[in-house]
């Protein structure tokens, strides 16, 4: 099974047990869990294939932040011939790697949905002590 999920506005196609770079979460620290929830694309493996508009309903892909680690440095240089003028700069991007942990296709389950499922599908009490219907 593999997924395409979006993490701010970069598309990254996942299967569980994934490890990749995503652009630099401020908020996550090392060993939190993330729920990805913008998921554009499931597929089973099999050839089924669930594409989302623009997201795929209920599914979710689970992660836990690894470290926060920099890119490789970029170096800028600017020049302009006869002129005496010469500039050097570098960057380092940062990014947060994470590990794919699970993927819902269905999203999460929760206990209250099932209860819900569960008291919907059984028939109504009928109260003993109520009068019976005039026919």
Known sequence: MYAVVDVKDKQFKVQEGDTLYVPYHSDATAGQELTLDRVLLVSDGDGDVTLGTPTVEDATATARVLEHVKGD??????????????????????????????????????????????????????????????A
């Open 73 to 134: 440095k970029v170096i800028v240089f600017k020049k302009k011939r006869r002129k005496r003028y010469r500039v050097k700069r570098g960057h380092r991007q940062q990014y947060t790697q994470i590990e794919i942990e699970s993927l819902n296709a269905n999203g999460p389950a929760s206990s209250d949905d099932e209860e819900a499922a569960e008291t919907s599908d059984a028939e109504p009490d009928e109260d003993p002590e109520a009068e019976p219907a005039e």
